[in-house]
Nanobody, 122 residues
Framework: VQLQAFGGGSAQAGGSLRLSCAAS????????MGWFRQAPGKEREFVAA????????YHADSVLGRFTISRDNSKNTVYLQMNSLKPEDTAVYYC????????????????WGQGTMVTVSS
C-alpha cells in the first residue's frame, strides 16, 4: 500500500484545512486508517482513526470537536477536516493504514505516508 497525504499548508488560528490521504496498491476498505502528527522535537502522536466501513471513529482529546476523520472507500481516500486550528496544531501530519480494524498507537500501523506540513500562526 502506498499512501500519499496532501492538503497541508499555512493557516491562521481559527482557520480550517482539509487533509487528504490517497492510497494505491490495495483497496483501503478492509484497513483501519489513522492520522498522526509530529511537532518539532516531539514524538509522533495519535490524532484520529477510523475503521474500514467508517462506522467506528476515535479522536484524540486534543482535537475532539475540532477535527473530523472520514473516508470515501470508493475513492480509496481518507480525510481529516481540521477546524478551529490552533498554533499548537502545527506539525507534520501523517496518514497510516493498519491491517487491524482500528488502532490508536503507531506500532499497530503497517503502512505510512510521507507526511504533509501544517503551520498555524496566531
Amino acid at each position: 500500500v502506498q499512501l500519499q497525504a496532501f492538503g497541508g499548508g499555512s493557516a491562521q488560528a481559527g482557520g480550517s484545512l482539509r487533509l487528504s490521504c490517497a492510497a494505491s496498491g490495495r483497496t483501503l476498505s478492509a484497513l483501519g486508517m489513522g492520522w498522526f502528527r509530529q511537532a518539532p522535537g516531539k514524538e509522533r502522536e495519535f490524532v484520529a482513526a477510523i475503521n474500514g466501513p467508517g462506522g467506528v471513529i476515535y479522536h484524540a482529546d486534543s482535537v475532539l470537536g475540532r477535527f473530523t476523520i472520514s473516508r470515501d472507500n470508493s475513492k480509496n481516500t481518507v480525510y481529516l477536516q481540521m477546524n478551529s486550528l490552533k498554533p499548537e496544531d502545527t506539525a507534520v501530519y501523517y496518514c497510516a493504514a493498519s491491517r487491524r480494524a482500528i488502532a490508536t498507537v503507531t506500532s499497530l500501523y503497517d503502512y505510512w505516508g510521507q507526511g504533509t506540513m501544517v503551520t498555524v500562526s496566531s
